[in-house]
C-alpha cells in the first residue's frame, strides 16, 4: 500500500528557498515513478516536476525549470522538492504523487496515488 505524507511546506519572501519532502509508508517506492504538482486556488492542478524510479530521468514545468530540483532517496523512500528563487505565482498546494509508469510522465491522470498537499506561501 502507498501512503504518501508531505512536509516542508510553509511562508518565504520571494527569491527565498525551501525544501519539500514526500514519504512514502510502502514498500513500493523505489519502483515508482514520483512527480510533484501544484494547485493554486481556482485553478488546475499543474504539474512541476518528475523523476524516474532509478533518478536517472527527471522532466520539469518550463515555469520552474532551473529554479527547482526533484531528487529522490530510495533507501528512505522519500522524494524531495528544492525550491530556489521562489516568486509569489508559485503560491499553491503542492502535492506528491506515484505512479507505476516505468517512465517519467507529467499528466495528473497518469499517477494512482498522492499526498494531502502541503501550502507554500510566497509574499512579495
Known amino acids: 500500500q502507498v501512503q504518501l505524507v508531505e512536509s516542508g511546506g510553509g511562508l518565504v519572501q520571494a527569491g527565498g528557498s525551501l525544501r519539500l519532502s514526500c514519504a512514502d509508508s510502502?514498500?513500493?517506492?523505489?519502483?515508482?515513478?514520483m512527480g510533484w504538482f501544484r494547485q493554486a486556488p481556482g485553478k488546475e492542478r499543474e504539474f512541476i516536476a518528475a523523476?524516474?524510479?532509478?533518478?536517472?530521468?527527471?522532466d520539469y514545468a518550463h515555469s520552474v525549470k532551473g529554479r527547482f530540483t526533484i531528487s529522490r532517496d530510495n533507501a528512505k523512500n522519500t522524494v524531495y522538492l528544492q525550491m530556489n528563487s521562489l516568486k509569489p505565482e508559485d503560491t499553491a498546494v503542492y502535492y506528491c504523487?506515484?505512479?507505476?509508469?516505468?517512465?517519467?510522465?507529467?499528466?495528473?491522470?497518469?499517477?494512482?496515488?498522492w499526498g494531502q498537499g502541503t501550502q507554500v506561501t510566497v509574499s512579495s
Open positions: 504523487a506515484a505512479g507505476d509508469t516505468g517512465v517519467v510522465v507529467t499528466t495528473v491522470y497518469e499517477y494512482a496515488y
Open positions: 510502502g514498500r513500493t517506492f523505489r519502483s515508482f515513478t
Open positions: 523523476i524516474s524510479w532509478s533518478g536517472g530521468s527527471t
